[in-house]
Every structure is written in C-alpha cells, then in structure tokens.
C-alpha cells in the first residue's frame, strides 16, 4: 500500500493559480487525512513530470492524452462547484492509495 498520494498540480503558465490551487488541494487531502505529496508545474511539463506521479490536477483545458487520472481543479480558485471538485479529488486519491 502506497504511503501516500504524489500529486502533480499544473496551470497554463506561471505559478499564481497553481499555488492557490496546490494550497486548497493539500487543505482538502489533510482534512481528509489522505498522505499525500504535492509537486507543482506547467502543462508543458506534463509528459515528463506525469510518471513521477499518482494523479495529475489541472486548473486549465490540456488537451493531450496523459496515462494518469487527471482531475480539473479550476474550480477550487474560482469557486464554482468547489465542493463536488474536493469530492472528486478525495475519492480518487483514496482509491489511488488503496489501489497500490
């Protein structure tokens, strides 16, 4: 069983949206009590950055096929449908640890 969750968290191009995004997910995965280590980057690194890494949160539209479960987080900056997003990032981390 897996220690904990590596989650990659990746914005458009610079930093700002993916540190408020990065904050609300570790909040989220540590009220939930899921292990989890967060990396963040630009969707330009994602087919390199992807196979160090569980799962893949995006808060932009990336259009390419990535081999990881990918999860829109755009939601948790712009608080539309924040709730069902932290939802989805707690089950599928939970079934990522529970997986391995």
């Known amino acids: 069983m897996a220690s904990e969750v590596k989650v990659l968290v990746a914005c458009g191009s610079g930093i ?6 990065q904050e609300k ?3 989220i995965l540590r009220d939930a009590k899921i292990p989890a280590k967060i990396t963040k ?10 196979n160090g890494v569980d799962v893949i949160m995006l808060t932009t539209r990336y259009g ?17 449908n924040e709730d069902a997003v932290a ?8 079934d990522i640890l529970n997986q391995s």
């Open 16 to 21: 700002a949206t993916s540190t408020v995004a």
């Open 25 to 27: 997910v570790k909040e």
């Open 41 to 50: 980057g630009t969707v330009g690194q994602l087919p390199v950055l992807q």
């Open 64 to 80: 390419k096929p990535l081999n990881k479960p990918v999860i829109q987080v755009f939601g948790l900056i712009s608080g539309i």
């Open 87 to 94: 939802e989805e990032i707690i089950s599928t981390c939970r």
